[in-house]
């Protein structure tokens, strides 16, 4: 319920634009977001390289009002690619559909998504928004993919369609990041019950390592705080007898920060993703949601 109602805030304009004006609410991205700018996020990606973890970084913002916008993202990552390079970062970037005009026609998406690409060698990969995305996504990413390698994909295991999803994707020997799945879906085409939706995510991550122990060059990316999921994406590897820099661990900043570590001492390779961008709110409401106890967090920005 509680669940269901932050998704529902995660969508509404209204509160989008109003609540982030709190300063407790702004205060309370601090759990999540190291800061606004891409420059604070890129301070936390040299500390995180520190301690031996790799970074991804995304700029929050989601549903776009004019192609403009859109052409303001790419330049905005073409300069951030730039200021990686000589930060000299392991840092990847991430990029929602939509950011790139998705909502404005597949080619305009596609058209930018080739820029952004062709501009860099750094892999671009590309988030998975809500299932009304995903067909289109799926030909965003192949059609780049054809020319550009260093594009990868995300997969969400909470719908039904991601194991048919992945097995059409194999040929094209991607890199691919796996995650649970962050969006209010309805049972027509998710799983309705967590323990399915890890279920699969498993299912999913042997159908990855597999691949991969087939001499594939693509990347199986597990982007998952999940314990138990991470013991069992390590027990199927080591079953298949593949070494532990075959297969990666992605998580957030912010959430489960002591395991990132223990995976990256323990000779994992452990990227996180840090985010930065004044558009948060529907992003934050998302993580919310995923631990409705993280609002004792934003209450106590309240009092604190
Ligand atoms: C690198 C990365 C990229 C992602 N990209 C996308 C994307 O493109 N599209 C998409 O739909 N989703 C994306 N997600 C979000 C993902 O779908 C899940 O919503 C999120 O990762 C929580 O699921 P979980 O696997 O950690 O497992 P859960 O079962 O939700 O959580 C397992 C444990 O992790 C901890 N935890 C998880 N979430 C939180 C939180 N918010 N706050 C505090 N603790 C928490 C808790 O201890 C919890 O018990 C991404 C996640 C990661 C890590």
């Known amino acids: 319920m ?41 301070v936390e990606a040299g500390a995180l390289g520190q301690l031996g973890i790799a970074t991804t970084t ?15 993202v790419v330049s905005h990552y073409r300069g951030a690619l730039k200021e990686i390079e000589a930060r000299g970062l392991d840092t990847e970037i991430s990029v929602k559909p939509t950011q790139l005009g998705l909502d404005f026609g ?15 060698s750094t892999l671009v990969w590309v988030d998975m928004e809500g299932s009304g995305y995903v067909d289109r996504t799926l030909d965003l990413f192949r059609g780049v993919k054809r020319d550009h390698p260093n594009v990868g994909l995300c997969l969400q295991s909470y719908l039904f369609r991601t194991a048919d999803d ?9 890199a691919i990041r796996l995650v649970k799945g962050a969006y209010n879906e309805s049972e027509g085409v998710a799983f309705p019950k967590k323990a399915d939706v890890d279920r699969n995510f498993v299912k999913l991550t042997q159908t990855l390592l597999r691949a991969r122990l087939n001499g594939g060059e693509g990347r199986p990316v597990l982007g998952t705080h999940d314990p138990k999921v991470i013991g069992e994406t390590n027990r199927i590897a080591y079953e298949l007898g593949l070494a532990k820099d075959r297969y990666e661990f992605a998580m957030l900043f912010g959430i489960q920060r002591a395991e990132q570590e223990r995976l990256a001492r323990t000779g994992h390779t452990v990227r996180v993703l840090v985010s930065y961008g004044a558009a948060w709110f529907p992003w934050y409401m998302r993580r919310l949601a995923e631990r409705p106890a993280n609002l004792w967090f934003v209450a106590k920005q309240l009092v604190g």
């Open 166 to 174: 992945l097995e059409s994707l194999l040929p094209l020997d991607p």
């Open 106 to 120: 597949l080619e305009e998406a596609r058209s930018r998504l080739t820029q952004l690409a062709s501009s860099t």
């Open 2 to 42: 509680l669940r269901n109602t932050l998704l529902w805030a995660s969508t509404n304009p209204l509160l989008a634009e109003k609540l982030p004006r709190y300063r407790f609410v702004k205060k309370a991205t601090k759990r999540f977001m190291p800061g606004e700018e891409l420059g604070d996020a890129l």
């Open 58 to 72: 995304t700029l929050l913002g989601e549903n776009l009002r004019s192609l403009d916008e859109a052409d303001g």
